[in-house]
Each structure stands twice: as C-alpha cells, then as structure tokens.
C-alpha cells in the first residue's frame, strides 16, 4: 500500500492484515514502521509514486 501511515491508510491495513493479508508498506511518515510491525508486514521508506507513473 502507498501513503500510509495514519488514517484511512492505517484503517485499511488493519484490516487487510486481519483479512489474511501480508501488508508491506511504503511512506515517507514514521508511522508505517509502526503499523507495519503491528501487522507483521514489511515497511520501506520512501516517497509515493506519482501517478503520472501510472498507465489507464
């Protein structure tokens, strides 16, 4: 997931983790350090993509 690290974003992975899922996280916040252990997902610091980055 990108930009996460509180809020929606925080909500989100909590409950994607409690889902089954394996969440790895990147954002330039020190909150994703955090979430992500809580979680038991990997966190990279980082900025997020822009998203020209991305094709429709």
Known sequence: MLAIGSGMGADNTGALAADGFEVGLISSSCH????????????????????????N
């Not at 966190?43 to 993509?49: A, E, K, L, S, W």
């Open 32 to 55: 994703r350090k955090a979430l992500a252990k809580e979680h038991g997902g990997v966190d990279i610091t980082g900025p997020t993509i822009p998203k020209k980055t991305f094709r």
